[in-house]
């Protein structure tokens, strides 16, 4: 499902984010990428998600090689994966129902099929009963859950959850990781991109962790131990 062979990424100024990086991830697996700030994390997502091209190796996503992928596909990818902020990115001036529609909109989807399909990911994430709301009706985590609906529209195949949890109370946190737990349920493959090593310890799932660029250690069932 995700594989990086050999991937690295400097950049013009001559840092060296990411250093000959292989991993794969299967289809339907549950992995936390930590690291402590600056040790590449960030950078490998936005490679995954075509926002930075690695300088050196290949990265195959879902059946794409997207490491040469067209500017033209690169929206046609990012409807196979979800990816969610820890600032939420939520349009102040819409509600919740239209926060997830708006998704499906601007991929061209036509009324009928936005009728359908965001009831069903708003009962999924527990936001029904909100969907005539506003973001700044809401609380943290409802929000937070608008951004993961909001990620679901396109039904992806992965999630990428980057520190989903910053903003969050620990209450809301447990809420937010035990969503993403659902969604994984349902053969979703999710990567939780954290700083949170309570978080981490209390899953017992893959844990991959980044030191200076490089994969630390890759565990079944690891801890967050750097």
């Known amino acids: ?7 690295s990424k400097t950049y013009p100024n001559g840092t060296e984010a990411v250093k000959r990086v292989t991993v794969h991830i299967k289809p339907g697996e549950f992995v936390s990428l930590v690291g402590r700030s600056g040790t590449g994390k960030t950078t ?15 990265i195959i996503l879902g ?12 929206p046609m990818l990012r409807r196979q994966i979800g990816v969610v902020f820890q600032d939420f990115k939520l349009l102040p001036r819409k509600t919740v129902y239209e926060n997830v529609a708006f998704a499906l909109e601007v991929a061209g989807y036509g009324k009928k ?34 951004s993961i609906a909001r990620a679901l529209a396109h039904r992806p195949k992965i999630l990428i959850a980057d520190e989903p949890t910053g903003n969050l109370d620990s209450i809301n946190t447990r809420e937010i990781v035990d969503l993403l737990l659902k969604i994984n349920s349902f053969k979703t493959t999710v990567m939780l991109v954290t700083h949170n ?23 079944e069932k690891g801890r967050y131990v750097l």
């Open 1 to 7: 499902m995700i594989e990086l062979r050999n991937v």
């Open 44 to 58: 490998l997502v936005k490679m995954l998600v075509a926002e930075e091209k690695p300088t050196e190796g290949r």
């Open 113 to 146: 099929h936005i009728k359908d399909v965001v009831p069903q990911i708003l009962a999924l994430v527990g936001l029904e009963p909100k969907a005539k709301e506003f973001p700044d009706e809401l609380s943290g985590g409802q929000q937070q859950r608008v």
């Open 197 to 219: 090593r309570e978080v981490v310890n209390s899953l017992r799932k893959r844990v991959i962790a980044m030191e200076d660029g490089k994969i630390a250690y890759d565990e």
């Open 63 to 74: 059946g794409w090689d997207i490491t040469r992928i067209r500017t033209a596909d690169i």
